[in-house]
């Protein structure tokens, strides 16, 4: 079982910068891969960035590419986001995610991460 426990997040204004941090504990003697992904009200979980552990390859959705940073500590114990260049349409509920993607292809799919944080609201406004 892993938890995942995330910190960060509020309210900033455009052009601002914010860190997500993600904690995992309890993880299995494995390799997982670790993701971030986003939601706005009403919407579906949309894809920002991820950690894929077996490649050691990081992605990231267009959208953010450029202005957002993923990294991470060995051993799967933490992830984190760093958002630059913050936009009015960053707002959402960020959400940490570890799992086992098939492979690359499935990196940016949530229903292939078992284990979610709790989320943290990020609110950017113009």
């Known amino acids: 079982q892993v938890r995942l426990e995330q910190s960060g997040g509020g309210l900033v204004q455009a052009g601002d910068s914010l860190r997500l941090s993600c904690a995992a504990s309890?993880?299995?003697?494995?390799?997982?891969?670790m993701a971030w992904f986003r939601q706005v009200a009403g919407g579906a979980r949309d894809f920002v960035a991820a950690w894929r552990c077996r490649s050691d390859d990081i992605f990231y959705a267009d959208s953010v590419r450029g202005r957002f940073i993923l990294s991470y500590v060995n051993a799967n114990t933490a992830v984190f986001l760093q958002m630059n260049s913050l936009r009015p349409e960053d707002t959402a509920v960020y959400s940490c995610a570890a799992g086992y993607p098939a492979g690359p292809s499935r990196i940016s799919t949530p229903s292939e991460y078992t284990y979610w944080g709790q989320g943290a609201r990020v609110t950017v406004a113009s």
């Open positions: 309890g993880h299995p003697f494995g390799e997982y891969s």
